[in-house]
C-alpha cells in the first residue's frame, strides 16, 4: 500500500469540535513537530468516526498483499503479471456500481477483450504449455488472484469514495490507511508466526533479496503518486503493457518460462484491451453521458458552501476529453 497524492490544507470534520489546520509541506507548520501531533491527534483520534471508515479499505489492502504472494507463489511471473491486469475489470465494474460512472461502447468492448485475454492465457496454464515447480499450485494461483483483484477493485472505489465525500487531504488518509494496515500486518504477523518471531526475532530471514523486495515495493509506492499527478491515460497504458512484455521476458531468463503461441496470443489481447480501455473519449460522450446523470437524479456528494469546487479529472485536449485511466486503487501496490 502506498501514498497516491500530495498533502495541502486539511478541513477535518466529525463529532466534537471543527479544527482546521494547514500543514503545506515546506512551511513553518510542516516542521513544528508540536503543531503535526497536534493536528495528528485531532484527525486520528479526536475524529474517530472518519478515521474507522478507513478501516474497512484498510482491511482489504491487508488482504489484497497476502493474496498477492500467494498468487505469485503457484503461477509464473508472467502468468500472475497477464492475470492480475483483471484488476481493471472489477475496478470498472465498482465503478459503475457504486460511483455511477459510465464507460462508453468502446470501454466495455475493451473489458471483454480483457477478460478473453485472461481466459486464453489460463487455458494455456492449465493445459500445461510449460513447465512448472512441482510444489506450485495453479488453481490456488488463480483463486487468489481473482480474489486479489476484487479485493483491489472494491476497496479502491470504495477510498475513491471516502476521498469525495469528505473534506480530508489523500496524504491524511494514506496515513489513516497506514496506521490500519501496519495494526492489521502485525496482528496476523503475530496469529501466525508468533512463536517463530518470539524466538527468532522480527527481522529473520531477511536477506538482502527481501531487504530488495521491500525497497522496490516502497519506491514502486511512491512511483504510484508521479504517475497519477503528471502521468496522461496512454502513458498509463503503456507503462501496463510494458510491465507484461518485462515480465515474460524476465520468467523466461530467470525461470525457463516457455513463451508459446497461446500464451503470446493471450497477452496480446490484454495489452490491446488495456490500450483501447486507455483512449481518451469524444467530448459528445462526456456530455451525454453527464447529462443521463443528472437526469437520474441529483449528485449524492454536494459540495458545501464556501468550499472551493474540487478539482477537474479531466483535460481537454481540442474535441477530446482524456478521463482519469483508472481509479487510484489500481495503481497502488
Given amino acids: 500500500m502506498a501514498a497516491v497524492g500530495a498533502g495541502g490544507s486539511t478541513a477535518t470534520a466529525g463529532p466534537g469540535a471543527v479544527s482546521t489546520v494547514s500543514l503545506e509541506p515546506g512551511t513553518a507548520s510542516a516542521g513544528n513537530v508540536k503543531h503535526l501531533i497536534l493536528f495528528l491527534h485531532e484527525a486520528v483520534l479526536v475524529q474517530y ?38 484488476k481493471i475489470l472489477t475496478t470498472a465494474l465498482f465503478s459503475v456500481l457504486m460511483l455511477n460512472r459510465s464507460l462508453s461502447r468502446l470501454q466495455w468492448a475493451s473489458l471483454l477483450l480483457l477478460f478473453t485475454g485472461v481466459a486464453i492465457v489460463q487455458a494455456q496454464q492449465a493445459g500445461g504449455g510449460s513447465p512448472r515447480p512441482l510444489d506450485q499450485n495453479p488453481g490456488a494461483g488463480l483463486a487468489a488472484v481473482v480474489a486479489s483483484c476484487l479485493s483491489s477493485g472494491f476497496a479502491g472505489v470504495y477510498f475513491e469514495k471516502i476521498l469525495k465525500g469528505s473534506s480530508g487531504s489523500v496524504w491524511l488518509r494514506n496515513l489513516q490507511l497506514g496506521l490500519f494496515g501496519t495494526a492489521l500486518g502485525l496482528v496476523g504477523l503475530w496469529w501466525a508466526e508468533g512463536t517463530a518471531v518470539a524466538h527468532r526475532g522480527f527481522f529473520f530471514g531477511y536477506t538482502p533479496a527481501v531487504w530488495g523486495v521491500v525497497l522496490n515495493q516502497a519506491f514502486g509506492g511512491l512511483l504510484v503518486a508521479v504517475v497519477v499527478k503528471y502521468a496522461d491515460n496512454i502513458l498509463k497504458g503503456f507503462a501496463t503493457s510494458l510491465s507484461i512484455v518485462l515480465s515474460t521476458v524476465a520468467s523466461i531468463r530467470l525461470f525457463g518460462f516457455h513463451l508459446d503461441p497461446l500464451f503470446a496470443l493471450g497477452a496480446g489481447l490484454v495489452i490491446g484491451a ?60
Fill in 274 to 333: 488495456v490500450y483501447l480501455y486507455s483512449l481518451p473519449r469524444s467530448a459528445k460522450a462526456i456530455a451525454s453521458a453527464s447529462a443521463s446523470a443528472a437526469a437520474s437524479g441529483p449528485c449524492i456528494h454536494q459540495q458545501p458552501p464556501g468550499q472551493p469546487p474540487p478539482p477537474q479529472l479531466s483535460s481537454h485536449r481540442g474535441d477530446l476529453v482524456t478521463e482519469p485511466f483508472l481509479p487510484k486503487s489500481v495503481l497502488v501496490k
Fill in 49 to 86: 468516526v472518519d478515521t474507522l471508515k478507513l478501516a474497512v479499505p484498510s482491511l482489504i489492502y491487508t488482504l489484497q498483499n497476502n493474496l498477492q504472494y500467494v498468487a505469485i507463489s503457484n503461477l509464473p511471473a508472467a502468468t500472475f503479471q497477464v492475470t492480475y491486469q483483471l
